[in-house]
């Protein structure tokens, strides 16, 4: 079985790859990711899962453009449902190199995080999965995340620590003041 898996950074990679890997399926990674800010942050994750993936023979497609002004378009004035329009764009386009690449099926990465909105991927994904003739590959890959994050501080890789879009560094770094009537 030929399995496209969307790629949104190398630590989030390990696990689901080993899991495909022991399940007899071959694995191909897809890098797509206009969501992540600033452009150095893009660079570091990408340049993080080319140096892991060649260091485990993952064969990639790279769609290496930084198209934040899409993500950008899609998220504003709907900020809340940023998340919504950011799988939606990743796995649309890993739906499509799928179909083209005649893959059997596609999954993602996003599905190993504890801090994704893991039913709305599976519901976009499964979507996406019909509307190109590609199943959607559920796995969830959460089980590992523990394993995945003690691999990834072993091989010394870079772990970053927001989801990548600049609404998330802003919820890391700038936390709400709470005013209190003194």
């Not at 950074?9 to 790859?17: F, K, R, T």
Request: with cysteine.
């Amino acid at each position: 079985m030929k399995v496209l898996l969307h790629i949104c950074c190398a630590p989030c990679a390990i696990y689901p790859v080993k899991v495909l890997r022991e399940k007899g399926m071959e694995v191909f990674g897809f890098f797509y990711n206009p969501n992540i800010h600033p452009f150095t942050e893009y660079r570091r994750r990408l340049e993080a899962v080319r140096d892991y993936a060649n260091s485990i023979n993952l064969r990639m497609i790279w769609r290496d453009r930084y198209d934040l002004e899409l993500f950008l378009r899609g998220a504003v004035f709907r900020e809340e449902n940023r998340c919504r329009f950011c799988y939606h764009t990743r796995l649309k386009a890993t739906a499509q190199i799928a179909k083209k690449g005649k893959f059997n099926a596609f999954t993602t990465t996003l599905l190993y995080s504890k801090f994704q909105n893991h039913e709305l991927i599976v519901d976009i994904g499964k979507s996406l999965g019909k509307e190109y003739g590609v199943p959607f590959l559920y796995e969830d890959f959460r089980v590992g995340w523990k394993e995945g994050i003690e691999v990834s501080k072993r091989l010394n890789m870079y772990r970053q620590q927001y989801c990548g879009c600049i609404y998330s560094e802003k919820e890391r770094f700038c936390k709400p003041i709470i005013k209190t009537d003194s």
